[in-house]
C-alpha cells in the first residue's frame, strides 16, 4: 500500500505540474490529472486507515492483553511460547541500511531541488527567439506574460484594441500585430499543458472576456491572502507586476519554488 501512495503520488506530480520522474507524462496525459490525483487520494487515504487500524491494534494489545507488542517495534525482541525471539544481526542491518537510505533520499530531495525525484521538467522558454515581435514588443513596457496565462479570444480582443491598451496607444503596423495574435492564439490557455491554464480556464465566465490576468477569479482566488499594501510597496508597485514575485514567469514558468519571499 506504501509503494501504491509513493507511485501514484509521483505520478500524479508529474503529470499535474510536469515535475519530478514522470514529467515527461504532462504533455500527453494532463488532461487526466485528476483521475491521477483522485487514485493516489484513495490510496493515501486506504494507507491512512490501515496505519490507524495498526496502530490502535498496538495499543489494543498492549493495553488490554498486557503483551510487549510496542516495546517489540522497537527493540526487536519478541517472548514466543516457549523462549524469546530476537532479531538477527542480518534483519537488524537491513532495517539499518532502509532507515539509512530513506532518510539520506530526504535528505538529498530537501537539499536538491533538482534532483530527479523532484526536478522541473518543464523547459524555460525564449520568447525572443519563439517570437521576436512579441518578446520586443511587450517585454519593453510590462512583464512578459506567457500566453498560457489567458484564453485565446482575450488575446483576440486584446490584440484587435491595442489602440486602447490599458489606456495607452500601443498600436503596431499590421502585419506585426497578426504576427503576435497568431503566437498567441496558438500558445494561449486552451492549447497548453500546465495546470495553470486548466485552473484559469476553469475559473473562467464563459461570457466574459478577460482582458488581464489580474482579472481572472483564478488569479484572485491564488493572491486573496496576500495584503493589498505589498503591492503598492516600491519593488512591487502594482498587481500585474507579477515577475516581482515570480522569478521566471517570462520564461513561461510558474512554480511555487520560484516564488520570492514577500
Not at 538477527?88 to 539509512?100: D, S
Not at 526536478?119 to 522558454?125: F, W
Not at 482566488?221 to 507579477?242: L, Q, Y
Request: charged share 25%.
Amino acid at each position: 500500500m506504501t509503494f501504491l501512495t509513493v507511485a501514484t503520488g509521483a505520478l500524479t506530480y508529474g503529470v499535474k505540474e510536469g515535475m519530478g520522474l514522470f514529467s515527461f507524462m504532462n504533455h500527453t496525459m494532463f488532461r487526466d490529472m485528476k483521475v491521477f490525483k483522485e487514485v493516489h487520494e484513495l490510496f493515501s487515504n486506504v494507507l491512512m486507515a490501515v496505519i490507524f487500524a495498526h496502530i490502535a491494534g498496538v495499543l489494543l494489545d498492549k493495553f488490554l492483553h498486557k503483551s510487549r507488542a510496542l516495546e517489540s517495534m522497537v527493540d526487536g525482541y519478541k517472548i514466543g511460547n516457549e523462549e524469546g525471539v530476537k532479531l538477527t544481526w542480518v534483519q537488524k542491518a537491513f532495517g539499518v541500511v532502509a532507515i539509512t537510505l530513506s532518510l539520506f533520499a530526504f535528505v538529498y530531495m530537501l537539499l536538491s531541488p533538482n534532483s530527479l525525484l523532484i526536478a522541473d521538467g518543464n523547459q524555460k522558454m525564449d520568447y525572443a527567439k519563439e517570437n521576436p515581435a512579441f518578446y520586443k514588443e511587450c517585454i519593453s513596457c510590462h512583464t512578459l506574460y506567457p500566453p498560457f496565462l489567458l484564453p485565446s479570444k482575450s488575446w483576440v480582443s486584446m490584440m484587435d484594441t491595442l489602440q486602447n491598451h490599458f489606456g495607452d496607444d500601443a498600436s503596431l503596423d499590421a502585419a506585426t500585430t497578426e504576427s503576435i495574435k497568431a503566437f498567441l492564439v496558438k500558445n494561449s490557455a486552451e492549447t497548453s499543458t500546465k495546470e495553470s491554464s486548466m485552473r484559469i480556464l476553469a475559473s473562467l465566465d464563459k461570457e466574459k472576456t478577460y482582458l488581464a490576468i489580474t482579472e481572472t477569479p483564478f488569479w484572485k482566488n491564488r493572491h486573496k491572502e496576500i495584503d493589498k499594501a505589498v503591492f503598492k510597496r516600491a519593488d512591487i508597485g502594482k498587481p500585474s507586476n507579477c515577475k516581482a514575485c515570480h522569478d521566471n514567469i517570462e520564461n513561461g514558468l510558474l512554480n511555487n519554488r520560484d516564488i520570492k519571499p514577500i
